[in-house]
């Protein structure tokens, strides 16, 4: 187990739906993101949050809204998706440091997210 | 923009073989280079990375080589076992953030 759980673990959702995906993280970090996996694609980063502030929002669709309440927990509410964004939605936390700079990341087993 | 070019896309080798992922990137500020495997239906992670400051790093049957020069690192996996069959993923950090290689899909044959 690496610290880093993800639920649900598997989503069907229609499109004009409304869910949430939680993450939460045991270790400790002060960082944490959402990647989107999709099939013979690079993981594809999606936010970034830094102590709790959203660094990066990586040109993502506002139906996808982060939500990041504190260093342990980050959500992905997702409204009106399309049947393009079933996908392996990956969270992972990490420790930075004060220059920012990167360390190992830990992801969580992922969302399947199927969109009918 | 910044990406991470990753090669070959399937790499099937026999077992004991020696197997080897090539990756470029763009952005020459990038000081952080990590490996992921990814088993089928798990999450990805952490099998070895190498930092700006040092050109090549070796743990057991993986070893990671980087030239800044030409902007690329290398995964080597000598040995291959069947438990190595997975996806490989290189990625980059830019601006802090890790960039990923579209993966390279492992095959050890027995």
């Known amino acids: 187990e690496t610290g880093v759980t993800q639920t649900p673990r598997h989503l069907v959702m229609g499109m004009t739906n409304k869910k949430s995906l939680k993450c939460e993280q045991h270790l400790g970090h002060n960082a944490m993101y959402w990647y989107k996996q999709s099939a013979k694609k690079p993981l594809e980063l999606m936010f970034v949050?830094?102590?709790?502030?959203?660094?990066e929002n990586n040109s993502v669709p506002s139906r996808f809204s982060p939500e990041c309440p504190n260093s342990s927990h980050l959500f992905l509410h997702l409204h009106t998706l399309q049947p393009e964004d079933s996908a392996l939605y990956l969270c992972?936390?990490?420790?930075?440091?004060?220059?920012?700079?990167?360390?190992?990341?830990?992801f969580g087993p992922g969302t399947r997210l199927t969109v009918t | 923009g910044e990406n991470v070019e990753q090669h070959p896309s399937t790499l099937s080798v026999q077992e004991g073989d020696s197997a080897v992922i090539k990756c470029t990137y763009s952005d020459s500020a990038s000081n952080y280079f990590p490996w992921y495997k990814q088993e089928l239906g798990k999450r990805p992670q952490l099998i070895i990375d190498?930092?700006?400051?040092?050109g090549e790093k070796k743990d057991q049957r993986i070893a990671v080589t980087l030239n800044k020069t030409a902007k690329h690192f290398s995964l080597h996996i000598t040995e291959t076992q069947p438990e190595d069959s997975a996806v490989y993923f290189c990625a980059a950090s830019i601006r802090g953030n890790l960039i990923f290689g579209k993966g390279t899909k492992l095959s050890v044959k027995p």
């Open positions: 949050y830094n102590f709790k502030e959203q660094t």
């Open positions: 992972a936390s990490s420790q930075r440091g004060l220059a920012g700079n990167e360390d190992e990341q830990y």
């Open positions: 190498i930092r700006s400051n040092v």
